[in-house]
Each structure stands twice: as C-alpha cells, then as structure tokens.
C-alpha cells in the first residue's frame, strides 16, 4: 500500500485535567481531524431542560437555564475514579426507545435552596450576606453521574465558593427546580464539549549548519540567537556553538526575524543559511485542557474511538456500493 503510514502517540505530561502529546507519522490531516472530533464529536453530558418549581432569585428561568447547561457533568464509572466516556452506558435521547426519559439517555438533578431556611444554619458573621447557589446543590438521581465543581485540587483549593456559581439569593428568595441532563455532542450545542482547549502546534526541525557557523564571530552568534523573540536558539557557554533550546518544540513560533538576521550577516546572497527552522509535516504537539466533564486521557481515547468508527462506518458503505 503506498503512503502507508503507522501514527504514534508520546504522552510529554498527563494529569485529570491537561494532556501533553506528540503525534508522529501521520500528516496534518490526521492530526486536524483529531483535534476536531475533541472539540465536537465525542460525546458527554449535559443539563438540556429546566422545570422550575420556584424562582424569586434576581435572574429569570432562561438565564438560570442557560447558566445550569454550562456547568460540566461528569459521568464516573463504578471501577474508576476518572471522569469518562458515557458513550455505552448512556444513549442519545433520539435513539432511546423510552417516551421521553429514562436513566439510560437522561439523568435528573433537583435543587431546592431557600435562604430563610439555610440562614439560621449559617455562622452569625454570614447571615445578613447574600447566600450563592452552586453545583453543590444539584442532586443527582444517579450516584454515578455529578456535577465538575471544581477543575483540579488548586481550583478548589483557591476557590471562594463550594462549587460553580448560578446565583445568589437573599432574604425571602428561593430557587426549586428539577434539571434534566442528557448526552449530545458539541456539534449541535457548546455545552456539550468536554474540551476548554485543544490545540496542536507543528514540531520544529532546527537544523544548524556547523561549518557556516564556524566563519561566524561571537558577536554575530549571539546576533543570531538574540533576534529570535521566541528564543529556541542558546549558545554554548563551553564551546561557543549555536545549539537548539530544550524546550524549543513548545515555543518555536517560525517568525521571519531569523531569516532577515541571517540574510544580513551573509557574506553572498547564495551562501546557505546558519540556522534553519521549519515546520513539520508528520510531527504535531497537542496540548489538551478539559472542562471537568471528563478527565483528559479518556477525551484523547473516546476520539480515537469516534474515528476508528466513522472509518469502519466508511468502509461498511464503500463495501454496500461495491456489491451494488
């Protein structure tokens, strides 16, 4: 087969909430496509319809509704403690056979917060402050199934509040409501991206040629490694050699700025260049944040489950024609 390639992943660093890696051995097309099925096509949860019962807080039901769907839902599976795929246990409201909901495509979380009830509850020093109304007061029917309140251990840590604000309340207000989360994609509503960044950047191939370097004074060296606003060129301090900065795959941004150094410490127009740095085509370094709703690594791997499927789906219909 020609073009044949075998992609690679390296994981750089990994934590619940960020993924660092290198994909190699593919083209930006693969990589592309990666990056756009985080973004839109892996599945999760999210609150899409509101019953209210009671609301005399200062925002009416739309904008309370609007804030409730953007507050990541986590699903946790009983052998795990990370945040994962609900692709299985849950199903699409469109392919649930129920008439309307059932705890396979729906999950149901209650809030009843009263500040006249919850005030006496309170330290004296905070009874006469507005009472905030967070995730922590979404209770869900399913043990398995909960609101992110916080992002990581540093978030919470630094946190003023208990959990994602929705509103404040003060004397005499109250906020009852049965909220409905459902599982859908972000390519039909925002809320249900589990990604709050997913980028890549293309891999930087430093190529330094010694012997043009060599007819190069101290002086015109340091030149060429100060003109780089984003630094991924260092000069020896032993030999006296131009080398490439460890870190330079993180901030390598391929400005113009070298060149147009180089090109005046040129003795001929033709002469080769000191330094090069070019993007690559088969090696890409992604950076991935989540929401909450899922912990990064099982992102990384519920995408590559979306196009391993949207690629056996392809060749089951290129199988159908054939046989036509």
Not at 36 to 57: F, G, H, K, Q
Request: charged letters at 30%; aromatic letters at 6%; one cysteine or more.
């Amino acid at each position: 087969m020609p073009n044949q390639r075998f992609p690679k992943v390296e994981i750089l660093s990994i934590a619940p909430h960020e993924i660092r890696f290198i994909l190699s051995n593919t083209d930006i097309s693969m990589a592309n496509t990666i990056r756009r099925i985080m973004i839109a096509e892996v599945p999760t949860l999210a609150i899409d319809l509101v019953e209210y019962y009671e609301n005399s807080t200062v925002l009416n039901d739309e904008y309370i509704a609007h804030r409730l769907g953007l507050i990541p839902i986590r699903y946790q599976a009983p052998d795990s403690l990370s945040g994962g795929d609900v692709h299985g246990p849950f199903l699409p409201q469109m392919e649930c056979e129920c008439d309307g909901r059932c705890p396979r495509c729906s999950v149901e979380f209650e809030l009843d917060v009263d500040f006249d009830r919850v005030t006496p509850e309170r330290p004296e020093n905070e009874k006469d402050l507005p009472l905030t109304v967070t995730s922590r007061d979404l209770m869900s029917n399913n043990e398995l199934v909960t609101p992110a309140h916080f992002l990581n251990e540093n978030e919470q840590d630094e946190a003023q509040d208990e959990g994602i604000s929705i509103v404040k309340i003060g004397p005499g207000q109250c906020l009852k409501l049965k909220a409905i989360a459902r599982m859908g994609i972000s390519k039909e509503h925002s809320k249900w991206c589990p990604v709050a960044v997913a980028t890549y950047r293309f891999w930087p191939i430093i190529t330094i040629n010694e012997d043009q370097c060599a007819t190069l004074t101290l002086d015109q060296k340091n030149e060429i490694v100060e003109c780089c606003p984003d630094r991924i060129l260092e000069l020896d301090e032993v030999t006296g050699k131009i080398v490439a900065a460890e870190n330079a795959y993180e901030i390598a941004t391929f400005t113009e700025d070298l060149a147009m150094t180089q090109t005046a410490l040129k003795k001929r127009a033709e002469d080769d260049d000191f330094v090069s740095c070019v993007q690559s085509t088969d090696k890409f370094v992604f950076s991935v944040e989540t929401t909450g709703a899922m912990d990064a690594e099982e992102i990384l791997k519920a995408s590559l489950r979306v196009l391993k499927d949207k690629l056996n789906y392809m060749a089951s219909e290129v199988d159908t024609l054939k046989d036509m």
